[in-house]
């Protein structure tokens, strides 16, 4: 099943990327959008949230938190915690409020960790916000083993009322991610006090590490909750071609390495058995070639009505904000409940 995405020429974070302060009208399928930068100077901005009171709180990747008003004033964050390295893909990334942050102010940072022997992994730990400062910097969570290089960190971090939803990546070594005795290539799951919930599909397993929900993934960089508050959507990022949507289900292996729609860089030669393989899921949506994936939101709201239920998805290498009309897939008999492939060319 062939579906053409939506693309406008607006990224995900147009605000924060843009070198000066103006406004834009793009004209969309549905909307005319006016797209105003608030802020700018930012290095590598990679995770935003709203504040209750209007401000975004930014991670940048080089290990900067910034607070930035609707006005556009910004200020930085202090009380970082102190094992943060910033290597290559890695540094501080992921940020997400805990449900009841207007009464406790409690956030959780994902970052790359340094340990020995100049080697890194994703950790997340959670903190409370009062004013600029963070204070109460408590573990929750550190990807073992922790290995070398700077590729493939995940970081992408989602709350709901019960859970910690932890993306993590292959750290550049793919075929980790069929083996469960480690985190890397894993989707993890906890309870918001760092936790293992009862119910995680691999809590029996002596074999596997109890923090996993499910496994075969490159790098998910973009992960949100659908609007029923039930499903997980992830986006991950492929080798050349392959970039992947899928809806995740507990226990599931997503195939990383051994079944993929990329290629190997360069070369383009084949990578593992090919694009199926029994007991392997399929994405629900990819993308050949690649627009390098960042950021997964589903809109809801009034505003939007149009587009209530799709998905948005930054694209690094094109510089676009991605719609994914859903409804249209159903319309052509596929849901992602059902796995359909739906691809963009």
Request: charged letters at 20%.
């Amino acid at each position: 099943m062939r579906i053409s995405a939506t693309f406008f020429s607006l990224a995900l974070l147009v605000p924060l990327y843009s070198a000066s302060l103006h406004a834009d009208t793009i004209e969309s399928q549905d909307y005319r959008i006016e797209v105003k930068a608030v802020a700018e100077g930012l290095n590598h901005p990679w995770s935003l949230v709203f504040l209750p009171d209007g401000d975004m709180l930014v991670t940048e990747r080089n290990g900067g938190l910034k607070r930035i008003s609707p006005s556009g004033e910004i200020t930085a964050i202090d009380g970082l915690p102190d094992d943060l390295v910033y290597r290559g893909q890695g540094g501080l990334l992921g940020l997400a409020l805990s449900p009841d942050f207007a009464e406790s102010g409690t956030l959780y940072l994902s970052y790359a960790q340094g340990g020995e022997w100049n080697r890194a992994g994703t950790a997340v730990v959670s903190a409370k916000l009062s004013g600029n400062k963070l204070s109460n910097i408590t573990p929750i969570f550190s990807q073992a083993p922790k290995l070398g290089g700077g590729r493939h960190f995940g970081g992408r971090l989602v709350t709901t009322d019960k859970h910690l939803y932890i993306a993590m990546g292959d750290r550049g070594n793919r075929d980790k991610a069929q083996q469960n005795d480690s985190h890397v290539g894993t989707l993890v799951r906890l309870n918001l006090d760092g936790s293992v919930p009862d119910d995680n599909p691999f809590l029996s397993n002596a074999n596997a590490k109890p923090e996993i929900y499910s496994y075969g993934h490159r790098n998910i960089q973009g992960m949100t909750i659908d609007n029923d508050g039930k499903r997980l959507w992830t986006h991950e990022h492929g080798p050349q071609g392959g970039d992947e949507i899928n809806l995740v289900e507990p226990g599931t292996n997503y195939g990383w390495p051994v079944i993929t729609y990329g290629v190997n860089y360069g070369t383009g030669s084949k990578i593992g058995q090919g694009t199926t393989r029994e007991g392997m899921a399929q994405p629900s949506y990819y993308w050949v070639p690649s627009i390098a994936p960042s950021g997964l939101e589903m809109v809801e709201g009034d505003q939007f009505k149009e587009w209530q239920g799709d998905l948005l998805v930054g694209s690094l290498k094109f510089g676009l904000l991605v719609r994914l009309n859903m409804e249209m897939a159903k319309s052509w008999g596929g849901t992602p409940s059902q796995r359909e492939i739906w691809t963009h060319t």
